[in-house]
């Protein structure tokens, strides 16, 4: 099935160039018929997917769905919107990334696929720290794969700038403890958004990333 046409990129191509309210509600019905209900559609359609393995998820696309407007009130560029789509899959939705997931941006530039654990708290993450350092082989096995490596990379985050002293021995034998992130990024072409494969092409990559999730979300419960 063909969820988006070419004017999904080109909207946003258009936006880039003209992002003030006055376009964007102009374009108000444009945006609804090429990126919010084929966008909505999709996820949907993702989420009925997924359940045919994870049963647990039970969650509506409005709540995995971020908007298209941007928080700017901290920030120097007023730009009102932005310039990709987005959607976080998961038991906990948009409302809580600490929650291993499929994390998708669609943009005119590019795919982006994402999964993992984005914001862990400190509780969670001292309990993925505390695995990894207790039998770091199994987790070295998942991310290790040689599909997750192709598909994803390694496991990125943030990382400890002054490791306590509790945790130095642990660092050394295994450097993954010192992050305070826990995820991996992929990333397909645009001109997948057109594909009738597009789904299925996503199902792979949930599929190569949830090991690495369940394991991430046995561990932080």
């Known amino acids: ?10 909207f946003f191509k258009e936006l ?3 992002n003030h309210k ?7 019905k444009r945006y609804e018929t090429s990126i919010k209900k084929p966008f909505e559609q999709f996820v949907g ?10 049963t ?3 969650i509506e696309p409005k709540d995995c769905i971020l908007r298209i407007n941007r928080d700017i009130r901290f920030s ?9 789509y987005t959607a976080f899959i998961s ?19 590019t795919i982006g696929i994402m999964g993992g654990c984005f914001g862990p708290s400190k509780e969670q993450l001292h309990k993925i720290r505390t695995s990894i350092h207790k039998n770091p082989s199994t987790f070295k096995k998942l991310i290790d794969n040689a599909e997750f490596v192709k598909k994803f990379g390694e496991i990125r985050g943030e990382t400890m700038k002054r490791i306590p002293k509790e945790w130095i021995d642990a660092c050394n034998q295994e450097p993954l403890i010192k992050n305070k992130q826990f995820y991996f990024v992929g990333e397909e ?5 057109t594909n009738p494969s597009l789904i299925e092409e996503m199902m792979n990559y949930w599929k190569t990333m949830q090991p690495v999730n369940e394991y991430l979300s046995k561990v932080i419960r």
């Open 1 to 10: 099935m063909t969820y988006f046409t070419e004017d999904f990129t080109c």
């Open 76 to 84: 120097k560029d007023k730009s009102p919107y932005n310039l990709h």
């Open 22 to 28: 006055d376009w964007f509600h102009a374009q108000k």
């Open 189 to 193: 072409a645009p001109t997948l958004l």
């Open 45 to 54: 359609d993702m989420i009925s997917h997924i359940q045919k393995y994870d």
């Open 16 to 18: 880039a160039k003209n």
């Open 91 to 109: 038991k906990g939705g948009r409302k809580d990334k600490s929650i291993p997931g499929m994390f998708l941006r669609f943009s005119p530039e």
């Open 56 to 58: 647990e998820l039970q």
